[in-house]
C-alpha cells in the first residue's frame, strides 16, 4: 500500500465553499489511483473558503510521476448543488516530493477536472500519452466554451454567448465586482447626484450652471480642467497626457487639403513655417477617420460631428498650442481655417469642436477598438488555443482578467441600440460603425508597439510627453520580463516555428482580431524568439498599460464637459465673425445628454476594489524558479518605476499617473 498526501487548498473569494463531496483520482506515469472520495477530521469544513485541508490517497503501488489529477465534486442528498473556488491541490509521495497542480478556477458542475503539474509544459514537451490526452480533451472542451462571434461586420471578433449568465464561469466577475459594478448610467447619475436633470432636455443657460453640477463630484484634475479649458496650451497639453495620446504627430510637410500659410499664424512675420517645420515644432493632428460619418438624432435633433485638421506649435518655452483649425477635411470658402488671433468665441467654438471629435475618435478608436476589442481577441484566442499547462497560458492568463465579461457588458449597455453610447453620442449608431471598420482597416503594428509607434510619429523630442516616457519605460520593463519568460522556455527559433499552439494562438488572433488584412505588419505565425517576445508584450502592454493610459483619465478630462462634449447640435461655423458666447452654449449638449455623460465617465474611471496591479500574479500558474525569480524582479522594477513616477509628479502641475504601475491594471476589466 503507497499513501499519498493531498492538500486542497480552496480559495478565499466569496463563496468559495462547497459542502459537496470532493473526489479525486491521481494519475501517475506508472498508475493511478482509484477515484477517491476525500474525507478529513475537518468533515463538512474540509473545503470552506480560504482553508487548505489535507487528506490521504492510497494506492497498490507507486504510480511514479504524478502527471495530473481528476477531481469531481457530487452534491450530497438533499444540499444544493454550490460552486467551489479551487486554488490548487499538492500531493506529496511516500518519498516526499511536492507535486502542484495550479487550479484558480470554479467547479460548478458534477463532472471530472483534469488538472496538469505545475511545471509548463509546450506541446512538443508533453511526451506522455496521457498528458498529451489530457491537453486534446482540455482544448476540446475549451472550443465547446469559447466560440467566436461576429458581432459586426469589420469589426474584431467577439465572444459567442448567450447572455451574462451562458460566459463560462472561470472568466466571470467575482462577487465583490458585480456587487460593487453596476454598471448602468442610472448607478452613475444617482452618485453624482444627477438623477433629476436626466430627463432635462434644454440647453445650458451659462457656464454657471453647469458648474452647479459638476460640483457634485471632481477630481483634482478635472478640478484643473474646469480652470484651464480655454488655454490654448491646456489644449495642446491633452494631446501629449490627456485622454488621447496617440494622435498627434510631427508634422513634415502639409497635407494638401490642409493650407494654411506662415501669414495666418506667425502674423508678426516672426518666424518662418517651414523653418519651424524643420526644426520639428509643428505638430499635427487629423481626425480624417471621421469624415463623412452619419451623425445621431438625439432628442429629435440631427447632431454634428467634424473630422478636423489641426496644427500645433511647440514653442520656445516649450508649450504645446493650436495654431490652426480647419474643421472639415476639403478646404473651401465655407470650411475657414481658425487661427488664436479669430475672436474669443471663434476660436473657442473651433477647438470645441476638435474636442468633441477627439472624444468620438478616443472612445471608438483608441479605448474600444484598440484596447477593449483586441484584449477580448487575444484572450478568446488564448483560451481556445492554450491548454492551462502552457507556458504562454500560465503567462497571459492574468492579463485577461475580466476583459470578456466587461466587453460584453459594454456591447450590451453602451453600445447596442439602447445603449447609451448609442443614444447620447454625436457619433453614436450607424456612424460608430464606420469608424470602427476604418478604424481597424487603417490599424498597424507599428502603432500599437510604442517603440516604434513614438518613432513613426517622429515625437521623440516633444517635451514633456510622459505619456511617451512613462510607456517607453513599462514596455523595457514588460520586454525584459516577457523575453526571460518565453526565453527559458524556447531555446531557439525552430522550437517556436514547431509550437503548433502557439501558432494556431497567432493565427486565430490575425485572422479574428485583424481579418486577415495585407499590409497592417501584424504577424500571422511566428518564424523567431524575437517576434513572439515583441508580440507578447505588445499583448501585455495593450491590455495593461495602454487601457490605463486611454481608460483612467475619462472623467478626469471628460467630467467638465465643455473640455469634451460627447455631440454638438449646432454645425460647424462656415465663417468667421458669428460665434458668441449664446451660441457656443446653443451649441453645447443639452442638460440630459450632458450628466449621461458624465455618469458614464465616471463609472468607467472609477477603480474596482478587487483590482489587480500589474505584475500583481495571486495565482502561482508557474512552478519553476526561473519564471518565479523573472516575476520577482518584473514587480521590483515596477515598483521602482512607480517611485520615480510619483516624484516626477510632485513637480509637474497636472500629474500624469495614467501610466504609474501603481495605478495600472493587469487586465481591460472596466
Ligand atoms: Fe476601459
Redesign the pocket.
Known amino acids: 500500500m503507497v499513501k499519498y498526501k493531498v492538500t486542497v487548498y480552496t480559495g478565499s473569494n466569496f463563496s468559495a465553499t462547497t459542502l459537496n463531496k470532493v473526489f479525486i483520482k491521481l494519475v501517475g506515469e506508472d498508475g493511478e489511483s482509484f477515484r477517491t472520495k476525500l474525507v478529513s477530521l475537518k468533515g463538512a469544513a474540509s473545503f470552506y473558503r480560504g482553508t487548505s485541508s489535507k487528506f490521504s490517497v492510497c494506492t497498490d503501488l507507486d504510480i511514479g510521476k504524478v502527471l495530473l489529477i481528476e477531481l469531481d465534486k457530487q452534491p450530497i442528498l438533499l444540499t444544493p448543488k454550490d460552486a467551489w473556488f479551487v486554488d490548487k491541490v499538492c500531493v506529496k509521495t511516500p518519498d516526499k516530493k511536492v507535486y502542484t497542480f495550479p487550479i484558480y478556477r470554479w467547479i460548478d458542475d458534477t463532472n471530472v477536472h483534469r488538472f496538469r503539474e505545475a511545471t509548463a509544459l509546450r506541446v512538443i514537451d508533453d511526451t506522455h500519452h496521457l498528458g498529451r490526452y489530457s491537453r486534446e480533451q482540455e482544448l476540446k472542451k475549451r472550443a465547446e466554451d469559447y466560440n467566436w462571434h461576429v458581432y459586426a461586420d469589420g469589426l474584431p471578433h467577439c465572444i459567442k454567448t448567450s447572455g451574462l449568465a451562458s460566459l463560462p464561469c472561470e472568466v466571470q466577475f467575482s462577487f465583490t465586482k458585480t456587487s460593487e459594478f453596476a454598471f448602468t448610467a442610472a448607478t452613475g447619475l444617482l452618485e453624482l447626484n444627477l438623477k433629476g436633470l436626466a430627463n432635462q432636455r434644454t440647453l445650458w443657460k451659462d457656464f454657471e450652471e453647469i458648474d452647479k453640477v459638476f460640483c457634485n463630484k471632481s477630481t483634482d484634475i478635472s478640478e484643473y480642467v474646469k480652470k484651464h479649458w480655454r488655454e490654448d496650451a491646456f489644449f495642446g497639453y491633452q494631446y501629449l497626457n490627456g485622454n488621447n495620446p496617440i494622435l498627434i504627430r510631427r508634422c513634415t510637410s502639409l497635407p494638401d487639403n490642409f493650407p494654411v500659410t506662415d501669414e495666418m499664424v506667425f502674423v508678426h512675420g516672426c518666424k518662418s513655417f517651414s523653418d519651424e517645420m524643420q526644426k520639428g515644432n509643428i505638430y499635427l493632428c487629423d481626425y480624417k477617420t471621421l469624415d463623412g460619418v452619419m451623425t445621431n438624432v438625439i432628442n429629435e435633433k440631427r447632431q454634428y460631428l467634424v473630422a478636423p485638421l489641426v496644427l500645433l506649435h511647440k514653442t520656445p518655452d516649450d508649450k504645446l498650442k493650436p495654431i490652426a483649425i480647419q474643421l472639415k477635411q476639403t478646404p473651401s470658402d465655407d470650411n475657414p481655417i481658425f487661427v488664436p488671433s479669430d475672436s474669443e468665441y471663434d476660436w473657442l467654438v473651433a477647438k470645441a469642436f476638435v474636442k468633441s471629435a477627439d472624444f468620438s475618435e478616443h472612445q471608438l478608436n483608441v479605448?474600444?477598438l484598440r484596447?477593449?476589442l483586441l484584449a477580448e481577441v487575444f484572450s478568446l484566442s488564448l483560451l481556445r488555443n492554450m491548454p492551462m499547462v502552457h507556458p504562454l497560458y500560465k503567462l497571459l492568463i492574468p492579463h485577461t482578467r475580466y476583459t470578456l465579461q466587461?466587453n460584453f457588458l459594454?456591447r450590451r449597455l453602451l453600445i447596442s441600440d439602447t445603449g447609451v453610447f448609442t443614444q447620447f453620442a454625436s457619433s453614436g449608431g450607424k456612424g460608430m460603425f464606420t469608424i470602427l471598420r476604418r478604424s481597424l482597416s487603417s490599424m498597424t503594428y507599428t502603432s500599437l508597439c510604442i517603440p516604434d509607434d513614438i518613432a513613426e510619429r517622429g515625437v521623440e523630442s516633444l517635451p514633456n510627453y510622459y505619456y511617451r516616457d512613462d510607456g517607453l519605460r513599462l514596455w523595457d520593463i514588460i520586454h525584459r520580463f516577457v523575453k526571460g519568460v518565453l526565453s527559458y522556455y524556447y531555446k531557439n527559433d525552430q522550437e517556436v516555428k514547431d509550437d503548433v499552439e502557439l501558432q494556431k494562438w497567432i493565427q486565430d488572433i490575425y485572422e479574428h482580431g485583424f481579418l486577415s488584412q495585407d499590409g497592417t505588419g501584424i504577424p500571422q505565425s511566428f518564424s523567431t524568439v524575437e517576434e513572439m517576445v515583441k508580440f507578447v508584450t505588445m499583448v501585455i502592454f495593450t491590455c495593461s498599460a495602454q487601457?490605463g493610459a486611454?481608460?483612467s483619465g475619462q472623467y478626469d478630462y471628460g467630467g467638465w464637459m465643455p473640455n469634451t462634449p460627447i455631440t454638438l447640435q449646432q454645425p460647424p461655423p462656415i465663417k468667421k465673425g458669428t460665434a458668441t458666447e449664446a451660441s457656443f452654449l446653443q451649441t453645447l449638449p443639452n442638460v440630459d445628454t450632458t450628466v449621461q455623460g458624465m455618469a458614464t465617465m465616471w463609472l468607467?474611471s472609477r477603480q474596482s476594489s478587487d483590482f489587480a496591479g500589474l505584475g500583481c500574479y495571486p495565482d502561482f500558474h508557474f512552478s519553476e524558479e526561473k519564471p518565479l525569480n523573472l516575476i520577482h524582479t518584473f514587480q521590483e522594477e515596477l515598483i521602482q518605476l512607480s517611485i520615480k513616477i510619483k516624484e516626477r509628479n510632485k513637480s509637474l502641475e497636472v500629474p500624469y499617473t495614467y501610466m504609474d504601475p501603481s495605478e495600472v491594471e493587469n487586465s481591460?476589466a472596466?
Do not use: M, P
Request: proline content about 0%; overall charge neutral; hydrophobic content about 60%.
Open positions: 479605448h474600444l484596447t477593449h466587461i459594454a487601457h486611454v481608460n468607467l481591460v472596466i
